[in-house]
């Protein structure tokens, strides 16, 4: 099982003029960046062109923001607008709302702030002039007292009657001002205020010291993303009521902006309606779709695109270029790490095959190999070492090891201290299964299985503990089958108990289907079973293994364990990319069906009679298929 790029793919792979990725081209473009979500490319050029909401589901990583981000680059700028509050001097509770060109906003406020300090000036001289006077006067006629008690008066007067020029000039809440292109805003996770505005509180609201309320109007991101892209992450976990204003946004293409929080001075403040012209993009994983506001879903659907995400692209040459763009895109990215020679990057895409988790694929979660680059630079970094080379990327990835995979670990200890699972001799009933964590680290899942007269008359039941969610309870009813199979009378007369020890956060999905068979025909017979051997694999009720997910990081685990066999399917053959030093320490069996699981591992010669049974039972299916 060699899954290592021959000489000839490697020289065709790199081709003659790369040395590091600091020769390879960075395209400008960030729509041109993204890679492997072609359609996704298509539909945002489509979107950006029509001006059409989109709607992106999928893994996280898989550059779902990059590419609202990229369509954000596509929109055209001419079209861009400052947006303005002014007061409005018929009723301050609602400011005025005014648009202008890009950049336009900064100068008029600018030209405001000019002239009202001029006319303060002026103000002043004339005041100066007044007060001077009067106190000359009153000096000359003897009364210089009096002159200054006036002066005094005249001056708290103005102060409080004169109209002030700076509670005029307007407020610039959008501004677009030297932009490149049209705004990005990302609103994931943001409280109302936030996204669709506020008007600040006002602690004093009179005697002269209020600010005007058209100052206190903040713009929300539904604003300052005005004939560009919001993008939200995680749609679903947006409040309902939000979700709601959203749409009215969405459908007025504008949303005044009150205070939101009902006990300040904002909330009295409404202004004209402010304009919000933006192309949303939403986000989310699969539920993130079921748990949406049905009415927001229906308008993108009506009015917009749906792209699922992919997180895996097939494993060719010309793929494997383009994740050698990647490497160069996030070097060039991050801009403090050294570029990587062609041996880091090879190692990268082996990485890269190896979390694609499939057969001939490659792994389309770029932020968490992003993370691997950078790991790998900054270690490349440290050392003053000018290029990042094979080292640093094998030392990074001993590093940069998931939460999950680091829990394995504990829990990896944890089991070793009080001997969970056993991985010398023979136990009857006891079995090393493998379970996935995480979706990127493997642990073994030690399984038990008791046979007893059953105390229910005539009919024996199946009883299987350790928190199982509902496949890994179909999975028993499944395997019950088989086994009904093959030991006929003794299902009838007895219960058979079934345990999966330490599942403290439950047990999903039907990899454990053949570790059952084998515990529960172990325990029946009375064979005990080789406790040097794990096993990953599903089961059909005719007795086919089928296919599991995380056959690697299954067979990883079971290494590091001090397992010295595992059994997998044989359809996850190919899957299998085990890092290089657990390559010696296990031998990996792949079986098609129950019966070979049986002969793997259960010990001794009883075990002849079962296998028997078990292939008549396969053969008897196949016959019936090709008949059929
Ligand atoms: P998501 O929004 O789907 O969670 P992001 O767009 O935030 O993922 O991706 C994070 C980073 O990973 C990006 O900034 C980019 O560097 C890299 N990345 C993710 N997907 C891709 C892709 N398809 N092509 C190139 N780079 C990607």
Same mark, same amino acid.
């Given at each position: 099982?060699?899954?290592?790029?021959?000489?000839?793919?490697?020289?065709?792979?790199?081709?003659?003029?790369?040395?590091?990725?600091?020769?390879?081209?960075?395209?400008?473009?960030?729509?041109?960046?993204?890679?492997?979500?072609?359609?996704?490319?298509?539909?945002?050029?489509?979107?950006?062109?029509?001006?059409?909401?989109?709607?992106?589901?999928?893994?996280?990583?898989?550059?779902?923001?990059?590419?609202?981000?990229?369509?954000?680059?596509?929109?055209?700028?001419?079209?861009?607008?400052?947006?303005?509050?002014?007061?409005?001097?018929?009723?301050?509770?609602?400011?005025?709302?005014?648009?202008?060109?890009?950049?336009?906003?900064?100068?008029?406020?600018?030209?405001?702030?000019?002239?009202?300090?001029?006319?303060?000036?002026?103000?002043?001289?004339?005041?100066?002039?007044?007060?001077?006077?009067?106190?000359?006067?009153?000096?000359?006629?003897?009364?210089?007292?009096?002159?200054?008690?006036?002066?005094?008066?005249?001056?708290?007067?103005?102060?409080?009657?004169?109209?002030?020029?700076?509670?005029?000039?307007?407020?610039?809440?959008?501004?677009?001002?030297?932009?490149?292109?049209?705004?990005?805003?990302?609103?994931?996770?943001?409280?109302?205020?936030?996204?669709?505005?506020?008007?600040?509180?006002?602690?004093?609201?009179?005697?002269?010291?209020?600010?005007?309320?058209?100052?206190?109007?903040?713009?929300?991101?539904?604003?300052?993303?005005?004939?560009?892209?919001?993008?939200?992450?995680?749609?679903?976990?947006?409040?309902?009521?939000?979700?709601?204003?959203?749409?009215?946004?969405?459908?007025?293409?504008?949303?005044?902006?009150?205070?939101?929080?009902?006990?300040?001075?904002?909330?009295?403040?409404?202004?004209?309606?402010?304009?919000?012209?933006?192309?949303?993009?939403?986000?989310?994983?699969?539920?993130?779709?079921?748990?949406?506001?049905?009415?927001?879903?229906?308008?993108?659907?009506?009015?917009?695109?749906?792209?699922?995400?992919?997180?895996?692209?097939?494993?060719?040459?010309?793929?494997?270029?383009?994740?050698?763009?990647?490497?160069?895109?996030?070097?060039?990215?991050?801009?403090?790490?050294?570029?990587?020679?062609?041996?880091?990057?090879?190692?990268?895409?082996?990485?890269?095959?190896?979390?694609?988790?499939?057969?001939?694929?490659?792994?389309?979660?770029?932020?968490?190999?992003?993370?691997?680059?950078?790991?790998?630079?900054?270690?490349?970094?440290?050392?003053?070492?000018?290029?990042?080379?094979?080292?640093?990327?094998?030392?990074?990835?001993?590093?940069?090891?998931?939460?999950?995979?680091?829990?394995?670990?504990?829990?990896?200890?944890?089991?070793?201290?009080?001997?969970?699972?056993?991985?010398?001799?023979?136990?009857?009933?006891?079995?090393?299964?493998?379970?996935?964590?995480?979706?990127?680290?493997?642990?073994?899942?030690?399984?038990?299985?008791?046979?007893?007269?059953?105390?229910?008359?005539?009919?024996?039941?199946?009883?299987?503990?350790?928190?199982?969610?509902?496949?890994?309870?179909?999975?028993?009813?499944?395997?019950?089958?088989?086994?009904?199979?093959?030991?006929?009378?003794?299902?009838?007369?007895?219960?058979?108990?079934?345990?999966?020890?330490?599942?403290?956060?439950? *047990?999903? @999905? %039907?990899?454990?289907? &053949?570790?059952? !068979? =084998?515990?529960? +025909?172990? /325990?029946?017979?009375?064979?005990? #079973?080789?406790?040097?051997?794990?096993?990953?694999?599903?089961?059909? *009720?005719? @007795? %086919?293994?089928?296919? &599991?997910?995380? !056959? =690697?990081?299954? +067979?990883? /685990?079971?290494?590091?364990?001090? #397992?010295?066999?595992?059994?997998?399917?044989?359809?996850?053959?190919?899957?299998?990319?085990?890092?290089?030093?657990?390559?010696?320490?296990?031998?990996? +069996?792949?079986?098609?069906?129950?019966?070979?699981?049986?002969?793997?591992?259960?010990?001794?010669?009883?075990?002849?009679?079962?296998?028997?049974?078990?292939?008549?039972?396969?053969?008897?299916?196949? +016959?019936?298929?090709?008949?059929?």
């Amino acid at each position: 099982m060699d899954n290592e790029m021959t000489p000839n793919e490697e020289a065709e792979l790199f081709g003659e003029d790369f040395n590091t990725t600091n020769s390879i081209d960075v395209p400008e473009l960030l729509i041109d960046q993204v890679i492997g979500q072609d359609h996704a490319v298509e539909v945002v050029k489509k979107a950006a062109s029509q001006r059409r909401h989109v709607m992106m589901i999928g893994t996280p990583g898989t550059g779902k923001s990059m590419l609202a981000k990229a369509m954000a680059e596509l929109l055209p700028k001419e079209e861009l607008e400052d947006i303005m509050t002014y007061p409005n001097l018929e009723d301050n509770n609602n400011p005025k709302i005014r648009e202008v060109p890009a950049g336009k906003g900064r100068e008029i406020v600018l030209a405001h702030k000019m002239e009202s300090r001029k006319k303060a000036q002026s103000r002043n001289m004339l005041m100066m002039f007044l007060v001077f006077g009067i106190v000359m006067y009153s000096f000359y006629v003897g009364q210089l007292l009096w002159g200054i008690i006036a002066a005094i008066m005249i001056l708290m007067l103005t102060r409080q009657f004169m109209p002030k020029e700076e509670m005029m000039i307007p407020k610039l809440i959008v501004s677009n001002y030297q932009k490149d292109h049209a705004p990005y805003i990302d609103a994931t996770g943001t409280h109302a205020g936030a996204l669709l505005g506020d008007v600040r509180h006002d602690p004093f609201q009179s005697g002269g010291l209020e600010t005007p309320s058209h100052d206190r109007v903040e713009s929300g991101d539904i604003h300052k993303s005005h004939k560009g892209v919001l993008f939200i992450d995680e749609i679903n976990t947006l409040k309902l009521e939000s979700q709601q204003s959203l749409l009215t946004a969405l459908q007025e293409k504008e949303y005044a902006i009150t205070g939101q929080s009902e006990r300040s001075s904002g909330a009295l403040v409404k202004t004209e309606p402010v304009p919000c012209d933006f192309i949303m993009v939403a986000a989310g994983n699969l539920d993130a779709m079921e748990k949406m506001h049905p009415a927001l879903r229906s308008r993108i659907k009506g009015y917009g695109y749906e792209v699922f995400m992919r997180d895996s692209m097939e494993d060719t040459l010309e793929n494997r270029k383009t994740l050698v763009r990647f490497v160069a895109q996030e070097v060039a990215r991050d801009g403090h790490i050294p570029s990587f020679d062609k041996d880091a990057v090879n190692e990268v895409i082996r990485e890269a095959r190896r979390r694609a988790g499939r057969k001939g694929h490659l792994t389309l979660k770029f932020r968490d190999l992003g993370g691997l680059i950078r790991v790998a630079g900054d270690i490349a970094h440290s050392e003053n070492a000018e290029i990042t080379t094979a080292k640093h990327v094998l030392a990074a990835k001993k590093i940069a090891r998931s939460i999950e995979q680091q829990l394995a670990d504990s829990y990896l200890e944890r089991r070793k201290d009080y001997q969970l699972f056993t991985k010398v001799g023979a136990a009857v009933g006891r079995v090393n299964g493998l379970a996935v964590m995480g979706g990127d680290s493997g642990i073994v899942l030690p399984i038990m299985a008791e046979v007893t007269p059953t105390q229910s008359t005539g009919q024996g039941h199946v009883i299987a503990t350790g928190m199982l969610k509902d496949i890994a309870k179909e999975a028993v009813q499944n395997v019950s089958a088989v086994i009904k199979n093959v030991t006929g009378e003794n299902v009838i007369n007895n219960d058979i108990h079934i345990q999966f020890i330490g599942t403290y956060e439950g *047990v999903e @999905g %039907d990899s454990a289907s &053949i570790s059952i !068979a =084998t515990a529960v +025909i172990s /325990a029946m017979e009375n064979i005990p #079973i080789d406790q040097t051997v794990a096993m990953t694999g599903s089961l059909s *009720v005719r @007795g %086919d293994v089928l296919p &599991i997910g995380g !056959a =690697t990081y299954k +067979i990883e /685990a079971a290494a590091q364990a001090g #397992i010295k066999k595992v059994i997998i399917p044989k359809s996850n053959e190919a899957d299998v990319l085990i890092e290089e030093n657990y390559r010696d320490m296990v031998e990996i +069996i792949p079986v098609t069906t129950i019966a070979e699981v049986i002969e793997h591992s259960l010990v001794g010669e009883d075990k002849a009679g079962i296998i028997k049974k078990l292939r008549k039972l396969t053969e008897m299916n196949a +016959i019936k298929m090709t008949e059929s």
